[in-house]
């Protein structure tokens, strides 16, 4: 049995997460992270 099996990746989670350290909103750059990092 793989070490895996039976354990539930909690995506939704794992997702938000991602995005609240990168500053983004929803998944969407936020203007002002874009002026910040100077794409705009």
């Known amino acids: 049995m793989p070490g895996s099996m039976g354990q539930v990746c909690e995506l939704d989670l794992m997702l938000e997460e991602y995005y609240t350290a990168r500053g983004w ?10 002026k910040e990092l100077e794409i705009i």
């Open 25 to 34: 909103v929803n998944g969407v750059v936020p203007e002002a992270k874009l």
